[in-house]
């Protein structure tokens, strides 16, 4: 849009020394660029909206990523121990229906950890973290224990299998 301005000029026509002076207002007229025009206003966004947009999703993403990882540690310990529950009615099941332990009655899958088992006068099924870094166990008389918890060896875990720094399951 082109807009109308006036601007008015006073113009000293004194010379130095001169006791006369005079003094003539000047209009000007003339058209001058509104910029506030949806055709001409510029599109995009500022270094510094850029910037602060930037740090607003480091600060979120410094909060929400070791919240996931610590989401996806306890699912899998979680997963663990359920498995070795169920592993635990299998073997009692096989033992119910033909009076001894079988390993082989023992059927558990999982993504992040490992199953053993043993027999010697009962059984023993481990459940260990892929990275080796948790490790669980049960036996036919129900005893928990937690081998190995985060990286650490548990010397006494008081039947409960630890599920984190302060829990016990």
Not at 27 to 48: A, C, E, Y
Not at 113 to 119: H, N, P, T
Request: proline share 2%; charged share 15%; hydrophobic share 35%.
């Amino acid at each position: 849009m082109w807009s109308h301005f006036v601007s008015t000029f006073v113009v000293n026509c004194s010379s130095p020394g001169s006791s006369h002076a005079f003094s003539s207002p000047i209009i000007f007229t003339g058209k001058h660029r509104d910029n506030t025009s949806p055709k001409n206003r510029q599109h995009g966004f500022t270094l510094v909206e850029i910037l602060v947009s930037i740090g607003i999703v480091g600060i979120l993403a410094g909060v929400a990523i070791p919240n996931y990882m610590s989401f996806t540690k306890n699912r899998d310990i979680s997963g663990a121990l359920a498995s070795l529950m169920n592993a635990t009615t299998q073997m009692e099941k096989e033992f119910i229906d033909r009076n001894n332990y079988s390993c082989d009655a023992m059927q558990v899958a999982s993504k992040n950890y490992v199953f053993s088992c043993s027999l010697n006068n009962g059984y023993l099924i481990t459940a260990s973290s892929s990275d080796n870094n948790y490790v669980y166990t049960i036996n036919q008389n129900g005893t928990r224990k937690t081998l190995k918890f985060d990286g650490n060896t548990i010397s006494n875990s008081n039947n409960c299998w630890k599920t984190s720094e302060n829990g016990c399951y």
